[in-house]
């Protein structure tokens, strides 16, 4: 397997925070792969709480403990990736599906890092990524169409061969788009979540408090959350 140099050395920069005897929440995505690889590598004493099935068995694969929500009040430290995000740290998320378990996870920690590459940092969130929407299968279509009503593009997931996508938790997940992207982040959040049937949507605000994001040459700039 080819590995990324940027989303490498991401991960590994969101590593070496970890401290023994820590309590982590595990994101979901391909750069929180190579953080996973590179904290198995350091063999500490942690456990964590996995976003994702797919994150669940890959931590058992690498021998890292996992921990059950329920389990824990706080969490430590959060490592999760990012669809976009902007200089702000706010962020989209839900690209692999995650981002019920992810938001979360997200409330539960003391500290959030995004880890993702340098390409993921945008201007405005949702003008060249669409946005998630986790609905429950029943409400799908009434959703959709209010969403259209208000001049978004919704469109529904679908896993191989057209086959309705679902998530861990057995929902549908639209992809909506705005030309131009969002103009408030924070209100679009508002709105999505309260209309019946939604879940939640993959906006995320005031919960990263920082980001390490790599470059192609292995170097990694770091970003923090400007005081709101």
């Known amino acids: 397997m080819t590995i990324d140099p940027a989303k490498d050395a991401a991960g590994r920069a969101a590593a070496a925070l970890v401290r023994p005897g820590m309590r982590l929440g595990l994101g979901t ?19 964590g709480v996995p976003t994702s099935q797919a994150t669940q068995r890959r931590c058992t694969e690498l021998g890292i403990a996992l921990l059950d929500p329920a389990e824990v009040d706080r969490l430590d430290l959060v490592v999760d990736g990012a669809d976009e995000l902007t200089r702000d740290l706010v962020l989209t998320k839900g690209g692999g599906g995650a981002l019920l378990r992810e938001k979360v996870v997200a409330t539960m920690g003391e500290r959030f890092v995004v880890i993702a590459t ?12 669409a946005v998630p929407v986790e609905v429950v299968p029943f409400a ?14 919704a469109v529904e997931r679908t ?5 309705p996508y679902r998530t861990d938790n057995g929902n549908a997940i639209l992809d909506v788009r705005l030309d131009g992207g969002l103009l408030d982040p924070e209100l679009a959040d508002t709105w999505l979540t309260m209309l019946p049937g939604v879940v939640t949507s993959g906006i995320f605000v005031d919960l990263a408090t920082e980001a390490l994001l790599g ?4 170097t990694v700039e770091s970003l923090s959350r400007p005081d709101r």
């Open 159 to 163: 896993a191989a061969a057209d086959v």
């Open 29 to 47: 995505g391909s750069t929180v792969d190579r953080f996973l690889v590179a904290l198995a590598a350091r063999d500490l004493d942690v456990a």
């Open 118 to 129: 340098l390409d993921k940092l945008v201007p405005r969130l949702g003008d060249t990524f």
């Open 140 to 153: 799908l279509h009434p959703v959709r169409r209010e969403l259209e009503r208000e001049g978004l593009t």
């Open 215 to 218: 470059r192609p040459d292995g």
